[in-house]
């Protein structure tokens, strides 16, 4: 139990929480420069994810995507690399499953959907690998090219389900065989005929396993170490360039998985987009509120998942903008970042149990 009671008190729980409070009191007082009640407002926003098992299944499924890219940014983060290509490898994992679930229908399920989980993962490993090997191999800034490959993926998903998936009189591909959907009917059935996919538990065992990865075994501690200091890695004789392109495909599987379960679990289809879900920017976002551990990634998830859904019920219920709900996260997420702000404004408590331990 006092184990417990000393997470609990760590400044790696603390500072998060109360960074989150802060950021919902900005929120709050922007709201009220508006003319907005902000206690209506959270209410209103409260009550759309709760308030009812069809909405509280689909901010369940809104979280699942935030999950997978907030861990393949955190991965990457581990390792000292900042991936903010997670757009372009969550769109070339959505583009391969829908491939795969589309041209390869005759399938059994059993087969079927596992091969286009992993197509998904797969590819999306490989498309982050290249900005790792760019890095490695030639000292290409990361943030560089993972950017503009996000560009690169999107056409080139537009341009495969144009060329090759494209129903016929629509702007999308056909729908996906239904052995290779990996919906739940039963469990829909049980939240109000929710959208929610067996991708949710897939993304929890994901977050353990990266734990376990990350902090239980050698190539965890390599990538770590590589993280924290590359020079002293190499001195140490650990392989600083591999373990480079190891962290990017890893992260960009993550990153890719996550684009797969939109459409084997949500959509069943691909449209072509005239822009960027802006799915792989959110997880840079969670990741942060997290502070790149994976269970701190799922409670980021759960945050920024509940306020974004959450959000239209303000809009509808409150007549607040929500866009505001924008504000609320960034004001979080610098809350996270300037965390001098928040160990001065805790400084009266850190001092009171200074005292009391001296006592």
Request: no cysteine.
């Amino acid at each position: 139990m006092s184990n417990v009671l000393k997470w609990f008190t760590r400044d790696s729980f603390i500072l998060p929480v109360v960074a989150i409070i802060m950021g919902l009191i900005l929120g709050g007082v922007v709201m009220l420069v508006g003319g907005y009640n902000p206690i209506e407002a959270y209410g209103a926003l409260f009550t759309k994810v709760f308030g009812d098992m069809y909405n509280f299944g689909e901010a369940v499924r809104e979280m699942t995507p935030l999950i997978m890219t907030g861990l393949a940014f955190a991965f990457a983060s581990r390792a000292g690399l900042f991936n903010i290509g997670g757009e372009g490898q969550f769109l070339v994992g959505m583009t391969a499953a829908t491939f795969v679930g589309v041209k390869f229908a005759g399938l059994p399920i059993y087969l079927h959907a596992p091969l286009a989980l992993i197509a998904g993962a797969l590819f999306g490993g490989l498309w982050a690998a290249i900005a790792g090997y760019l890095k490695a191999s030639r000292g290409v800034n990361e943030v560089i090219s993972s950017i503009m490959l996000n560009w690169i993926g999107l056409y080139l998903a537009n341009l495969i389900v144009r060329q090759f998936l494209l129903l016929k009189g629509e702007n999308r591909s056909v729908n996906i065989s239904d052995s290779a959907s990996i919906s739940l009917t039963w469990l829909s059935e049980m939240m109000g005929n929710s959208r929610v996919h067996m991708g949710t538990l897939i993304a929890i065992v994901m977050a353990v396993l990266f734990y376990i990865y990350m902090w239980k075994t050698k190539q965890g501690y390599e990538i770590r170490a590589v993280g924290y200091n590359p020079n002293a890695a190499e001195y140490a004789g650990m392989h600083v360039n591999r373990n480079i392109v190891k962290a990017m495909f890893i992260s960009g599987m993550l990153a890719g998985l996550g684009g797969a379960f939109q459409v084997l679990g949500v959509f069943q289809y691909q449209t072509v987009m005239s822009g960027s879900p802006g799915t792989g920017f959110d997880g840079i976002a969670v990741a942060l509120i997290g502070l790149n551990h994976p269970f701190g990634v799922l409670l980021g998830a759960v945050l920024f998942g509940t306020l974004t859904y959450g959000s239209a019920g303000m809009s509808f219920a409150a007549d607040v903008p929500p866009e505001i709900i924008r504000i609320v996260i960034g004001s979080i997420i610098f809350f996270i970042a300037a965390q001098g702000i928040v160990r001065w404004i805790l400084k009266p408590f850190y001092s009171k149990r200074k005292k009391e331990k001296v006592l």
